[in-house]
């Protein structure tokens, strides 16, 4: 079993950042690539980006390419998403998954609990 935890989440106006990071205490936490994904009140979990298990590639919505950025530090088990130039409609509350990098959800295994992101305009 993955545990996966989330931190980083919290109010900000819109236009500011933040960075989320998802930790993990599994020592095969190098096999697994990474992904975030989002839930809004009243809208399905969509995917935000992905990444490799090596950090060398990466994949994003549209909707946050261009200012949402995910790395990795494998030395620490951790994986990040940064989030730049945000907006009320980013408003959500973000999910890092372990297991793989497509953008459809039922292809992940281990699932953090999520921290909520609001940003206020």
């Known amino acids: 079993q993955v545990q996966l935890v989330e931190s980083g989440g919290g109010l900000v106006q819109a236009g500011g950042s933040l960075r989320l990071s998802c930790a993990t205490s599994?020592?095969?936490?190098?096999?697994?690539?990474m992904g975030w994904f989002r839930r809004a009140p009243v809208r399905e979990r969509e995917f935000v980006a992905s990444?490799?298990?090596?950090?060398?590639?990466?994949n994003y919505a549209d909707s946050v390419k261009g200012r949402f950025t995910i790395s990795r530090d494998n030395a620490k088990n951790t994986v990040y998403l940064r989030l730049n130039s945000l907006q009320p409609e980013d408003t959500a509350v973000y999910y890092c998954a372990a297991g793989s990098v497509t953008s459809d959800s039922r292809r992940y295994i281990y699932w953090g609990q999520g921290t909520q992101v609001t940003v206020s305009s």
């Open positions: 599994a020592r095969t936490f190098n096999n697994y690539a």
């Open positions: 990444i490799n298990w090596s950090g060398s590639s990466t």
